[in-house]
């Protein structure tokens, strides 16, 4: 059982195009992470949730608490957001651990 | 600022040695959660340090230890490695735990031979 689950698993866009992710979690949370990772492993933080939506840049981090659901959108896709996005959540029963996404796979094609 | 800081990068060992990795956060940061990467089991959560107590522990065997010191800084040891311990080994620091923004390391690459 995956207390979240992430869709779609791979995802090719044209440069340019609008992307979302969504991500569904089953348990209640004290907080929803969106990760960037790179090819070569390095991970960086994009989004930290609890609530509403956060945009920085081109990216927009929506959650919805009542429907257990978050998006990552890309607007205005370019190659360099090609990477893997992971969606994390730190649970309010367990606290202080994480439970991860399988991941989202993007590949934006120039 | 400088960021979180892991050592080795890279690690080749056999089956039945052990191994220790180390994680430096930001400084200030009293959090440090390590996580293991591998392709098919993706990110998965190992445990978490704050002020020197282990607050949190995934589901991982006894073979999987660590500890935090009081500069904050964090090891974590593997014993008796097995093949499928081969992995990506991420830390990230945050102030609080995973309730705040955590700040990764590169990782540590360990391969079992």
């Known amino acids: 059982k995956n207390e979240v689950e992430q869709s779609p698993q791979n995802l090719t866009a044209q440069e340019g195009e609008f992307i979302t992710i969504n991500c569904s979690y089953s348990?209640?949370?004290?907080?929803l992470h969106w990760l960037q990772q790179h090819p070569g492993g390095g991970i960086v933080s994009l989004f930290m949730?609890?609530?509403g939506k956060k945009k920085h840049g081109r990216l927009i981090a929506t959650i919805n608490i009542q429907e257990k659901h978050s998006s990552l959108h890309i607007t205005a896709s370019h190659p360099r957001d090609s990477a893997v996005y992971i969606c994390a959540v730190s649970p309010i029963i367990t606290g202080n651990q994480f439970y991860f996404g399988t991941g989202t796979s993007l590949t934006v094609i120039p | 600022k400088a960021g979180v800081t892991q050592t080795p990068r890279y690690l080749i060992k056999t089956r039945g040695q052990q191994v220790t990795l180390s994680c430096s956060p930001i400084s200030g940061h009293r959090s440090v959660s390590w996580y293991q990467q591998t392709p098919g089991q993706g990110l998965q959560f190992l445990f978490e340090?704050?002020?020197?107590?282990?607050?949190n522990k995934g589901n991982f065997p006894g073979r999987f230890s660590g500890r935090q010191f009081s500069n904050s800084r964090s090891e974590m040891n593997v014993s008796t490695l097995e093949l499928g311990d081969s992995a990506l080994y991420l830390c990230?620091?945050?102030?609080?735990?995973?309730?705040?923004?955590?700040?990764f390391g590169p990782g540590t690459r360990l391969t079992v031979l």
């Open positions: 340090y704050f002020s020197e107590t282990q607050r």
């Open positions: 949730l609890s609530s």
């Open positions: 990230a620091s945050s102030f609080r735990g995973p309730g705040d923004t955590q700040y």
């Open positions: 348990v209640g949370i004290s907080a």
